[in-house]
């Protein structure tokens, strides 16, 4: 089982251009969740995913950032344009359905805006 | 608003000396709370949570609703704990918040 997977491990762009990040979940697991961590910080939530419904967006700054989980299984985070402060690690981690599954987490995505 | 606070950012002990690393949290409810570790170039993964009250890699952690603090101890600190460790509550809505974390660092 090779676990959440991400892609790209790595991304370094210029500010204002677009940069897109994707996921693949554990088999099975209806739960997504895309975390935001910052340099120095614990992951903060982005957005989540029953199956292919974003249940929880109030943390994404919809002006630049989208996701999408079209059939429920893989997913895309886009930022467009980036700028220089969306420098930062973005980790997908997914879970079982269910109160407090425990939630696995992929290796991230660092970003680096310059 | 719910907050998980780790006051340390660093915490240097030596092989076989007991470790504490400290959370506090607040929250309204009855929350779930949960240690996530982090070794070295590997991904973040679940150490434990208090609901299964039990010992994961001689780690324990106790639930003080009194105090609003879940801190994570061990006995005995060995080198390969040498991690970073985040501490988190979950609400019901399965939305995990991280505190800023801890570095743990064991020396021989």
């Known amino acids: 089982e090779a676990g959440v997977v991400q892609s790209p491990r790595y991304k370094i762009i210029e500010k204002k251009q677009p940069v897109a990040f994707w996921c693949n979940p554990i088999s099975g697991h209806n739960t997504l969740y895309w975390y935001l961590q910052n340099l120095g910080q614990g992951p903060e939530l982005l957005i989540r995913y029953e199956n292919e419904e974003a249940v929880d967006d109030s943390q994404l700054p919809k002006d630049r950032f989208s996701a999408e989980r079209l059939k429920g299984v893989d997913s895309t985070l886009k930022i467009q344009p980036a700028e220089l402060g969306d420098s930062a690690v973005y980790l997908c981690a997914s879970s079982l359905s269910g109160t407090n599954s425990e939630q696995y987490f992929g290796p991230g995505t660092r970003l680096t805006v310059t | 608003a719910q907050r998980v606070t780790q006051p340390e950012k660093l915490l240097s002990v030596f092989k076989g000396a007991p470790v504490e690393l400290k959370c506090n949290y607040s929250?309204?409810?009855?929350?779930?709370l949960f240690w996530y570790v982090q070794y070295s170039r590997q991904r973040l993964q679940l150490l434990l949570r208090h609901i299964s009250r039990e010992s994961i890699k001689g780690f324990t952690a106790d639930l003080n609703k009194g105090e609003t603090s879940f801190h994570l101890k061990k006995p005995f600190a060995q080198e390969e704990d040498s991690a970073m460790y985040y501490c988190a509550l979950s609400q019901l809505t399965d939305k995990l918040i991280f505190g800023t974390g801890t570095r743990l660092q064991v020396f021989p």
């Open positions: 929250y309204s409810g009855s929350p779930e």
